[in-house]
T-cell receptor, first 112, second 114 residues
Framework: GEDVEQSLFLSVREGDSSVINCTYT??????LYWYKQEPGAGLQLLTY?????DMKQDQRLTVLLNKKDKHLSLRIADTQTGDSAIYFC????????????FGTGTQLKVEL | DGGITQSPKYLFRKEGQNVTLSCEQN?????MYWYRQDPGQGLRLIYY???????QKGDIAEGYSVSREKKESFPLTVTSAQKNPTAFYLC?????????????FGEGSRLTVL
C-alpha cells in the first residue's frame, strides 16, 4: 500500500538552510508535492515535481527527487521566521482523481 | 474572490450527537475531498467525490457520511458511530482533469467532543 513518511520536527536558526525529508513507497507516483500549513489554517501548495525530474528550483525552494530510493527533499534557503509551519509531502497519480496520499508532516521551527 | 469556505471554524459536540460540517467552493472544481488531521498522523482521506451525485470512501470512512447534490457543496456529517471524532477537518477541491493534481484547501473546522 501507499505510505509516506517524514520526521516530525525540525529546528533551524534564522538565515540557515532547512532541509525537510520525505520517503514514499508507491513507485508509480507521477507527481510529488510539498504543501505548507500555517497554524490553524488549511494547506497551500508550495511546489511540485514530476516524477521524471531530479530537481526543481523555485526562488528559495529546491526540491530534490531520488526516484531509485523513493526519497524527496525540500530545501529552504535563508530560512525566515515566516517559514515556521508544518510541511507535508504528498504523492499522487495523474488520472487518479487527484487522490493524494500525504505524509505525517514536519513541523519547522525557525529560531532567532 | 474564488476559494473554499468551511464552516463552522470551531464546533463543540456532546457524545452521541451527529454534526454536519459545511464545505462550499466557487472555483468550479469537479472534485471535492474531506481529510481528517490528527497530531503526528498527517492527513487521512475520509471521503471524496469526483462528480455530482457520486462519492467514494477514503481510508477512514467509518462513522462519517457525505452527500454531493450540488457541484459547489460537499457537506460532511460526523455521526455518533465515529468513536474518536475530535480532530481538525479539512475540505479540499481540485479540477478533475488537471494534470498536476493540485488540491485547494479550506481553512478547516475544528471539532471537539465534550
Amino acid at each position: 500500500g501507499e505510505d509516506v513518511e517524514q520526521s516530525l520536527f525540525l529546528s533551524v536558526r534564522e538565515g540557515d538552510s532547512s532541509v525537510i525529508n520525505c520517503t514514499y513507497t508507491d513507485s508509480s507516483s507521477t507527481y510529488l508535492y510539498w504543501y505548507k500549513q500555517e497554524p490553524g489554517a488549511g494547506l497551500q501548495l508550495l511546489t511540485y515535481i514530476f516524477s521524471n525530474m531530479d530537481m526543481k528550483q523555485d526562488q528559495r525552494l529546491t526540491v530534490l527527487l531520488n526516484k531509485k530510493d523513493k526519497h524527496l527533499s525540500l530545501r529552504i534557503a535563508d530560512t525566515q521566521t515566516g517559514d515556521s509551519a508544518i510541511y507535508f509531502c504528498a504523492e499522487g497519480l495523474t488520472g487518479g482523481g487527484n487522490k493524494l496520499t500525504f505524509g505525517t508532516g514536519t513541523q519547522l521551527k525557525v529560531e532567532l | 474572490d474564488g476559494g473554499i469556505t468551511q464552516s463552522p471554524k470551531y464546533l463543540f459536540r456532546k457524545e452521541g450527537q451527529n454534526v454536519t460540517l459545511s464545505c462550499e467552493q466557487n472555483l468550479n472544481h469537479d472534485a471535492m475531498y474531506w481529510y481528517r488531521q490528527d497530531p503526528g498522523q498527517g492527513l487521512r482521506l475520509i471521503y471524496y467525490s469526483q462528480i455530482v451525485n457520486d462519492f467514494q470512501k477514503g481510508d477512514i470512512a467509518e462513522g462519517y457520511s457525505v452527500s454531493r447534490e450540488k457541484k459547489e457543496s460537499f457537506p460532511l456529517t460526523v455521526t455518533s458511530a465515529q468513536k474518536n471524532p475530535t480532530a481538525f477537518y479539512l475540505c479540499a477541491s481540485s479540477m478533475r482533469a488537471q494534470n498536476t493534481g493540485e488540491l485547494f484547501f479550506g481553512e478547516g473546522s475544528r471539532l471537539t467532543v465534550l
